[in-house]
């Protein structure tokens, strides 16, 4: 029955176009969601420094530092309040 093998081979082909669009678009929502973190990672950075600067206190705004409060949010912009702290 040929009717039968094509009906195979499509959902076969549907299948493998679904694993490699997986695998393709992983990627990808990662990136989405860093970019999106360290976006909220800048707008911690800029308050704080508006806020701080009143105490002559900032925290330089730069890929690591954005990255890093991206990562962990609050807590990590009070990690880099603290490693700015130790260092002054």
């Known amino acids: 029955m040929p009717g039968t ?3 195979i081979a ?3 082909v549907v299948l493998i ?3 490699v669009l ?3 678009l992983k990627p990808i929502q990662l990136l989405w969601k ?3 973190n360290s976006a909220v990672g ?4 800029m308050i704080f420094n508006y806020v701080a600067g009143y105490f002559a206190f900032f925290i330089p705004v730069n890929l690591i530092t954005i ?3 991206g990562f962990l949010g609050v807590p990590g912009v009070l990690l880099l309040v603290a490693f700015q702290y ?3």
């Open 22 to 24: 997986k695998v393709f």
């Open 86 to 88: 130790l260092l002054k």
């Open 34 to 36: 860093l970019a999106l």
């Open 67 to 69: 990255l890093i409060a």
């Open 42 to 45: 800048l707008v911690l950075l």
């Open 10 to 12: 499509a959902i076969a």
């Open 17 to 19: 176009l679904y694993f």
């Open 5 to 7: 093998n094509v009906v």
